[in-house]
């Protein structure tokens, strides 16, 4: 076995022993027992149903390599979940590995994977020169939105046999991934980078129940968890724990706070509140849709709130003058201190959920709330840089490339993602079943921003607005730079093909 299946299997092995602890939680259980459960075979992964198998031909392409051209050994972002060597006992990765099994005797190929830091830019040089040795890319979205601009990769709105509207894809990206109805990128149910966009909320039941507050979970149920609901929770949790007469990370807030201009929680508030920053014409072309009072509003609600020091700490401030050097950056040693039982919410994705594992107190998982109680649907802002698939321009393959894509994602959707996601997520990492159902709307309502991807400065322009308070002036000073980058990307996009 190379080094980087090593580290792809030691990573799932991780990931599964981590979620089994958490599932297990009781005190001096030895994590080695819990590995043999029964509740971690490939058995409890739902059986492939036959029912909406996608209908393609039947061929044969006489042993043929298709090779993916993926993303590891970068510090983040990495792709675990499109080839893994061998089996080795870990649910998922022998999910993996079976499906890829099932895909090649499907079709008579072999499935292999390249892994680099860096695909994009790899791909960048290997494509000019005309290297058509691998078939498919997994990198993350800003990444690839590099070599988009530079035409390394095709549209693919079209893809033979890829039916979008299917579950294993995700509906949604289409039109929000779109650039004058070019599709360069999508999510699919091969990989589960996907599911570790979107960012939530979590949120301590001890401290909610002491403070005599009503469940997340009945306001989701009564259709009424809204932002005029959730930012009353945060304002009223503040306890001065070490009664040394000041708020630091030794006492008790209603919210961990993110400022950052590309995941500050304000970001993540606006979309969940039906803002997006920007929305596509009839002719698929992005328009900037953030700027109004609705904005400005929302903005207004959470400042007087979450810039509260009394009750929102954030994450600089928090990790001030402490020892991380146990963790891996200050992220992970404040997020501590939410399993540590300091803080009512935190916003976050759900692979951080391995940060709770030894958690005395038990945590809910809610959406981010709707503007008011007529918003229809929940959404959730995607992290800008998850990883997600693109195909080069030197495939000339596409009819087989179609195929292998459409019944690889389907297989996959019951396979790979109920190993991860009902076994792993589900059923090991959480302790109740309503979280459940939360993780499923969740899934459900991932939104993706172009902004974010090409870099178009917009999310920044938000931040500031947030950030000073005055909306209108902010997008004065840069509403022609924002169009400027904007008319730019659709010129470079749409002058070839």
Request: proline share 3%.
């Amino acid at each position: 076995m190379n080094n980087i299946s090593r580290s792809i299997s030691a990573f799932l092995a991780i990931i599964l022993v981590a979620a089994i602890i958490a599932g297990c939680g009781s005190e001096g259980e030895d994590p080695g027992v819990a590995t043999a459960s029964a509740e971690t075979s490939p058995e409890t992964a739902e059986e492939t149903t036959e029912s909406d198998e996608p209908e393609l031909p039947d061929v044969d392409l006489g042993g043929k390599e298709y090779q993916f051209l993926a993303r590891f050994g970068a510090f983040d972002y990495n792709e675990f979940w499109v080839y893994v060597e061998e089996m080795n006992g870990e649910v998922v990765n022998d999910a993996v590995f079976e499906r890829n099994r099932a895909v090649e005797e499907k079709f008579n190929v072999k499935i292999t994977a390249l892994f680099k830091e860096d695909p994009d830019n790899y791909a960048t040089k290997t494509v000019m020169a005309g290297d058509d040795s691998y078939f498919a890319v997994w990198d993350a979205k800003n990444s690839l939105s590099s070599g988009i601009q530079k035409h390394v990769y095709l549209d693919i709105s079209h893809l033979p046999y890829a039916d979008y509207s299917a579950p294993y894809w995700d509906k949604n990206a289409v039109e929000q991934l779109s650039v004058a109805n070019k599709l360069y990128m999508m999510p699919s149910d091969i990989s589960m980078n996907n599911l570790i966009a979107p960012r939530y909320l979590y949120f301590n039941k001890r401290i909610m129940e002491n403070y005599g507050l009503k469940s997340p979970y009945e306001y989701v149920a009564d259709d009424t968890w809204t932002l005029d609901v959730f930012l009353p929770m945060v304002a009223a949790v503040s306890a001065d724990l070490d009664g040394d007469g000041k708020m630091t990370r030794e006492d008790e807030f209603g919210m961990l706070r993110e400022d950052y201009s590309a995941n500050g929680n304000i970001l993540y508030f606006l979309v969940g509140c039906g803002i997006r920053a920007t929305t596509n014409d009839e002719d698929g072309i992005p328009r900037i849709s953030f700027y109004n009072e609705k904005t400005q509003e929302i903005i207004d609600k959470v400042a007087v709130v979450l810039k509260d020091e009394s009750c929102a700490i954030e994450y600089n401030d928090c990790a001030q003058g402490a020892d991380t050097s146990d963790f891996a950056h200050l992220y992970d040693y404040c997020r501590s201190l939410f399993a540590a039982g300091h803080f009512l919410f935190v916003q976050n994705g759900c692979y951080e959920t391995v940060q709770f594992n030894d958690m005395e107190d038990d945590y809910g998982i809610v959406p981010n709330p709707k503007y008011d109680e007529s918003q229809k649907e929940y959404y959730h802002r995607t992290d800008p840089y998850n990883a997600l698939m693109a195909l080069p321009v030197t495939n000339v393959d596409l009819e087989n490339t179609g195929m292998i894509l459409e019944w690889m994602s389907w297989k996959s959707h019951y396979t790979v993602l109920p190993a991860y996601y009902e076994t792993t997520i589900k059923l090991k990492r959480q302790r109740d079943e309503t979280a459940l159902e939360m993780l499923d709307i969740i899934k459900g309502s991932i939104y993706y921003e172009i902004a974010d991807i090409f870099g178009l400065g917009i999310s920044e322009v938000i931040w500031n607005s947030y950030r000073t308070g005055d909306l209108a002036s902010t997008y004065a000073k840069s509403e022609k730079t924002m169009q400027k980058k904007i008319d730019k990307l659709v010129e470079n996009l749409t002058a070839v093909g």
